[in-house]
């Protein structure tokens, strides 16, 4: 059972938690392949509500998508795709909006899972 892997966190957003993370690394691996060093391109990304039957895909240009991946419980989605049990609706647009992870258990799990860097975000360091 995946909420098993998980340790502290449980059901009922074990999975979605999972699913998010999983996209996250997809999202970064393809992003990854998509960045043209002196573009702001725009790129089609998946979208990060947790959902495991979303294939939604989001428009989100480079440093959109960087501005997102600073925090490691902020995750890009298609607008009204937010789960508001757990998640904060930070900002959005017409093309994606961005969800701040809040509940207490699913919170850690995201962080701890950030591929760039776990548990320091910019707001921690003190550069915004
Ligand atoms: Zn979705």
């Known amino acids: 059972m995946v909420g098993e892997a998980l340790g502290p966190i449980g059901p009922p957003f074990a999975s979605e938690a999972v699913q998010q993370c999983t996209v996250r ?8 392949l998509n960045m043209t060093p002196l573009q702001d391109v725009r790129s ?3 979208c990060e509500c947790g959902d495991p039957g ?4 989001v428009d989100i240009t480079h440093s959109e998508y960087e501005a997102v991946r600073a ?4 995750f890009v ?3 009204d795709h937010e789960n508001s049990e757990n998640t904060a609706v930070l900002r959005e647009n017409t093309r994606f909006a961005v969800i701040d992870v809040v509940a207490g258990d ?5 962080r701890a899972c950030n591929p760039r860097h776990s548990w320091i975000d910019v707001r921690d ?3 915004e």
């Open 25 to 32: 690394i997809a999202n970064e691996s393809a992003e990854h």
């Open 44 to 46: 089609a990304l998946r």
């Open 54 to 57: 979303c294939r939604a895909c």
């Open 71 to 74: 925090y490691g419980s902020h």
């Open 77 to 79: 989605i298609k607008p």
């Open 106 to 110: 699913v919170r850690y799990h995201v």
């Open 125 to 127: 360091e003190g550069r």
